[in-house]
């Protein structure tokens, strides 16, 4: 069964920090990109930041740029995403997807919506409050 699991959400306060995990099992990671996406209440899931996993080139939303850092971590078959300088416009519930290389550019430079490309390969989600 190919299955991501994302954990490491929680509750901080402005500048604070969280490491979120997206762990994979069922398959390999290293055929896939990994991106992860978040959606705050009442709002359409974004993408914030994407992994090639064949060369391990990295991709980040503007607003989140310098602040958050992806990496792969290829013998424990996990994809982190590290959260600095959390905001509280950051808030939402955070998921990662595993999808085919050819969608990285509209993805995960354009950031397209996801919901445009029937992505299937979906963990539940881990959720990411930061407030004061």
């Known amino acids: 069964q190919l299955q991501l699991v994302e954990s490491g959400g929680g509750s901080v306060q402005p500048g604070g920090s969280l490491r979120l995990s997206c762990a994979a099992s069922?398959?390999?990671?290293?055929?896939?990109?990994i991106g992860w996406f978040r959606q705050a209440p009442g709002k359409e899931r974004e993408g914030v930041s994407c992994?090639?996993?064949?060369?391990?080139?990295?991709y980040y939303v503007g607003s989140v740029k310098g602040r958050f850092t992806i990496s792969k971590h290829n013998s424990e078959n996990t994809v982190y995403l590290e959260m600095n300088g959390l905001k509280p416009e950051d808030t939402g519930v955070y998921y990662c997807?595993?999808?085919?290389?050819?969608?990285?550019?509209?993805?995960?430079?354009?950031?397209?919506?996801?919901?445009?490309?029937?992505?299937?390969?979906w963990g539940k989600g881990t959720l990411v409050t930061v407030s004061s």
């Open positions: 069922g398959f390999t990671l290293n055929y896939y990109a």
């Open positions: 997807a595993a999808f085919d290389p050819s969608l990285l550019s509209r993805l995960c430079v354009n950031f397209d919506s996801p919901g445009h490309y029937g992505l299937n390969l």
């Open positions: 992994i090639s996993t064949s060369d391990s080139t990295t």
